[in-house]
């Protein structure tokens, strides 16, 4: 959230409109106060997935995993446990049939999940800012459905 831009914003659009497409539900970006990018909104108004979105810059098996904070997935699993409505890891993908439109994957994530997968010290290093390190989980590509 820190160093969200517009690129990022424009990513959670694109994101958005093809999940859309693909479910026929609405979608919603939330403010930056909450802990979760999108909701999923279904034919009656009534929130029904809770939806962290990640944007990578690579093709889906150039690595093994997927490396995502393991605050964003423990407040995302603790946010559906009060709730009892899902939450997913939602990844994009390069494509290459199409550089506007990535490729979609998903996740559910819960507990398991988290325990399930490899948990390190990780996150960026080229901004300087040693905020950006912490505790990562690597999720291993084979677990995620393709959606798009």
Known sequence: ML????RDRDNEKIAMEI???VTGCDYERLPKT????IVQIDKSGTISAWI??????HFVNQYPSM????TKLTEGVMLSR?????????????SPESEEEPELYRIEVGIKTIQDSHIAM??????????????VCYIDIPAFERIY
């Open 3 to 6: 160093y969200e831009t517009d």
């Open 82 to 94: 009060m709730t009892g409505i899902p939450f997913y890891l939602v990844v994009g993908f390069e």
């Open 67 to 70: 490396m995502v904070s393991t």
């Open 52 to 57: 962290e979105y990640k944007r990578r810059t």
């Open 19 to 21: 999940l859309k497409k």
């Open 34 to 37: 909450h802990r979760v990018d």
């Open 122 to 135: 990780g996150g960026r290093t080229d901004r300087g800012d040693p905020s950006d390190r912490g505790p």
